[in-house]
């Protein structure tokens, strides 16, 4: 079995230096270089490992052939995620993925991001995401071309200061968040203890709903919330617009598993209290309006879980503190005489989509070309 792994070792170094060619380095723009550069100091770590694996003499004891092949699927698997997602971006880069990355820099610029701007890539099969270690978002092939969605953007560009260690910058952002999770962990260690004494019946899901607060509903509410602090009206119409198109019943909450992103109900109040403390009260009554019509659509009703995992007050303190945590490290807060370009482009995109909904198409055909930088 040592030939066929050693065997197999070979034929994924042979991948890995294959792979290396595939970045068109005398093509790329110089936007783009940076997250080259970064690729192939990764391609060389892992050729590093695998000739580790080839060569090392503790890995050619049979009794430790468990863990090579082990340590062989670990980086098989870092591979392919190189070659499928970050490798395959750089060799398909096209003009629109430049502007699409020259974009978010002035995004960046507008709102006074603290850390490098994202490189962006079309390449994206689930909704706008980033990978924090290169630097990468991922978005969906036309969102280049359109205007609605790209709101959503913030969400993602909150990512790497949530994620990002040892950033002086950033640390009181972080601060802010941790607080926020003392605060929940509290709140639902109080509703277990309760339950307990009075012999009830919801100690599991009330277990759940904590875990989940801290290890994910906290990050995507502190994401959303920097979107509202950043763009504005916008990014509350942004999540209506996905929900509409995507999503299921706004109420859904897990509560015999650990999930990752809470109902949508609970973001678009949390949104809609934030949206409201900076000042936009006349947006969030429409706002209001237009998500209770969406709700009674889909059919969708408020459970007692929901109100068990979504208290009021904790969706009202994540956006205090999510405000904080934004000005804290000297981003700048959307207000409505704000004159940035992008703010007003987004903002103005959904005005008219909401005022003219059917005419909204051939207004944003001709807003394209300000997009091109």
């Excluded at 959503?152 to 950033?167: F, G, R, V």
């Excluded at 994401?223 to 996905?242: E, I, K, N, R, S």
């Excluded at 994540?318 to 405000?323: D, K, R, V, Y």
């Amino acid at each position: 079995m040592n030939k066929y792994l050693n065997g197999t070792i070979l034929e994924m170094l042979e991948r890995v230096k294959t792979l290396k060619t595939k970045i068109p380095v005398n093509k790329l723009p110089n936007c783009f270089k940076q997250l080259a550069a970064t690729s192939t100091n990764e391609l060389d770590k892992n050729i590093a490992e695998l000739e580790r694996l080839y060569k090392d003499p503790k890995f050619q004891v049979p009794s430790n052939l468990p863990f090579k092949l082990t340590a062989l699927q670990k980086l098989v698997y870092a591979i392919d995620y190189l070659e499928n997602y970050v490798i395959a971006s750089l060799h398909r880069c096209e003009k629109e993925d430049e502007t699409l990355t020259l974009l978010i820099d002035k995004v960046c610029k507008e709102i006074n991001y603290p850390l490098l701007s994202p490189v962006a890539s079309r390449l994206s099969q689930s909704y706008y995401c980033i990978d924090v270690k290169f630097n990468h978002m991922r978005v969906p092939l036309l969102e280049s071309e359109f205007l609605l969605h790209m709101p959503d953007l913030y969400h993602e560009l909150a990512h790497p200061l949530i994620s990002i260690k040892n950033h002086p910058s950033i640390t009181q952002f972080q601060e802010k968040l941790g607080q926020f999770n003392l605060f929940t962990a509290q709140y639902f260690e109080d509703q277990i203890k309760e339950q307990k004494r009075n012999n009830g019946q919801q100690i599991k899901s009330l277990e759940i709903f904590s875990d989940s607060w801290i290890e994910g509903w906290s990050v995507e509410l502190f994401c959303d919330l920097f979107g509202v602090y950043t763009l504005g009206p916008a990014y509350a119409w942004a999540h209506l617009h996905l929900c509409v198109k995507r999503a299921n019943d706004p109420f859904e909450t897990p509560e015999y598993y650990v999930s990752s992103h809470l109902a949508d109900d609970a973001r678009m109040q949390t949104i809609l209290f934030g949206l409201e403390h900076i000042g936009f009260k006349d947006e969030v009554k429409s706002i209001k309006e237009h998500w209770k019509m969406y709700v009674d659509l889909s059919g969708g009703t408020m459970e007692a879980n929901f109100k068990l995992a979504f208290p009021k007050h904790i969706l009202e303190h994540c956006a205090m503190l999510s405000f904080e945590a934004t000005k804290a490290i000297k981003c700048q807060i959307a207000s409505r005489d704000m004159k940035n370009e992008i703010y007003v482009s987004l903002n103005t995109a959904w005005q008219k989509f909401i005022n003219d909904p059917l005419d909204y198409i051939g207004w944003e055909k001709m807003q394209r070309e300000k997009y091109d930088v």
